[in-house]
């Protein structure tokens, strides 16, 4: 079984959008959508939720009013400013960190199990998929990623599945990481553009501290020809095989807009780009799965 | 009990083991394989960690051990580790364990 993560270092570079295109060309796979803080993957593939459960992943402090004393010391020591002049706990500003548990001296303070979101196994038009909502404002995201990771191997191994695709999150933090360690191959979609480029390198160190093998899609590469060639040139000092460029292409939104990817709507620029970008991937996989 | 039992025991108590990382059992994380039970009481199984650098590794797998022995049939327990760098080191520490709860009921 192979794990294949899509991330993009800088957000808005068309990772789902890529990702989906992959899971419509793809044979026999299983779906996760790890881009838990603002996961969007279902918006393309209309899953049909099948089984649903809560996420618990973060601690909440709870003030017992009958025994606070309203000394103070827990507002003042709190770095979140979570703790109301009422001394109640704000929610969305509390971290769960477990200062103001401690520092009571009326031992007024629980810290409780939140709520952070939901997960869920579905089924969707290309295959089974795995994800999740992280509540707004909520922590631990890069919990909920190995879980959905972890379901979505399950899952593979219960129906025989020899892919598992990933959509990761953006950035090079903690979802990130958790989305990319103890996988097989990581593809960083990038953009022309100057913090497209400088995320990308990000991206990269973090894939190579983790020594996983990687590769890199432009997209809308011919935005701006010059930064495509300051990526180019930036992966083959890195070592990092450059899959494809995809052409700016208003058949991408056009097809977003239906909910549909591009590859599903017949020929255009970016579905031949994303198809070629596939066969080569999937040539890389095939020879990494033979070292 | 017999085997058909304490297999079903056995299972029963590693679903109380939880990774702290997802909440979730390890057997429903599918870390565990190979579950194979004697009728003297000896129980072997596969722990597969979520990834070879995990780091609970070395913590579960404790707890894994822990949960099995207490299961009432269990005569002694074998754990195998795959999927994982440290695995030798971790099935010498979960063997050393054993050694130590003996000398302290002998």
Partial sequence: MKELVIISG??????????????????????????????????????KILHEEEFRGGLKAVIDSDKCVKCGTCREICRFGAISEGFTVTQ????????????????????EQALNGRWFVSVSRFG?????????????????????RNQAKVLARQQDKPLILVDGAPGVGCPVISSVTGSDHVVIVTEPTLSGLHDMDRAMQLVKGFRIPASVIINKWDINAEITQQIEELAARSGVKVLGRIPYDPQVIAALVQRRCVVENGPSPAAT??????????????????? | MNV??????????????????????????DLIHNIEVTPDGSVSLVFRPSSPMCPMAYSLGNSIKKAVESVRGTSSVEIHVENFNGAAHLESLLRSCERADRKRED
Avoid at chain 1, 275 to 290: C, F, K, P, V, Y
């Fill in chain 1, 10 to 47: 800088k957000g808005g570079t068309g990772k789902t959008t890529v990702t989906a295109c992959f899971a419509y060309l793809a044979k026999d796979k299983v779906l996760a959508d790890c881009d838990v803080d603002a996961a969007d993957l279902h918006i393309l593939v209309h899953p």
């Fill in chain 1, 92 to 111: 969305l500003s509390c971290e769960g960190c477990g200062v103001c548990f401690h520092v009571c001296p009326e031992q007024a303070i629980s810290l």
């Fill in chain 2, 4 to 29: 058909v039992s304490l297999e079903e025991e056995v299972r029963l108590a590693l679903q109380k083991v939880i990774d702290p990382e997802t909440s979730l059992s390890v057997m429903r994380m």
């Fill in chain 1, 128 to 148: 089974p998929l795995v994800h999740a909502a992280l509540f707004p404002g909520e922590e631990n995201s890069g919990k909920l990623v190995a879980l959905v």
């Fill in chain 1, 273 to 291: 780009g994303i198809r070629e970008i596939w066969q080569n991937l999937e040539t890389d996989l095939s020879m990494e799965a033979g070292q």
